[in-house]
């Protein structure tokens, strides 16, 4: 089955500053990748996602970029914000099977220091 | 818009003790779906419903049974709870059940078996 790390588990940058997370996955037949925030205590939010299709995607200050030949897509944040700490998860799926069955990345703890 | 709602929102347990959590969705999605949350291992699909009279089984269903009740409903029960089964538990909902559809989550339940 999939397989998908994410890197690094913690991150700390100052506002306004950029942050990017990175996640590999293992399927070649992947092509579906979005990206989650979660709050404190909240579920998680779909932030932004891309397919394979296309290379990068942007939503403001939220950019993805995805690189099918080395099977890695990262996420880039521009801008930090204090309301941008959060914790981040990637995830990526593919059409084998049935149902949209999400492998998600272990989570990225994102703090943006005053 | 209540999008996913999740009841209840904190359940402590006892060894032994059966449970169901719910999940309703207002989204008029038809795909549905339960993960795990626990700490350093992302979430994890226990059993998803691709559509209304469908349930699947997901990476880690065991001690798990799910209702599909109909479109707007999900039920997650555990029979016998056992300490490994605490966790943050939360359902999911999507428009359709092709692998890239968006998913929308709830808040989660915080279950504590003791």
Redo the contacts between chains.
Sequence with gaps: GENVEQHPSTLSVQEGDSAVIKCTYSDSASNYFPWYKQELGKGPQLIIDIRSNVGEKKDQRIAVTLNKTAKHFSLHITETQPEDSAVYFCAASNPGGGGNKLTFGTGTQLKVEL | NAG?TQTPKFQVLKTGQSMTLQCAQDMNHN?M?WYRQDP??????IY?S?SEGTT?K??VPNGYNVSRLNKREFSLRLESAAPSQTSVY?C?S?EA????????????TRLSIL
């Design positions: 996913v795909s779906y350093g291992m992302g979430l994890r699909l998803y691709a699947d997901g990476e939360f999911a999507s059940g092709g692998h890239d559809q968006p998913q929308h989550f709830g808040d989660g």
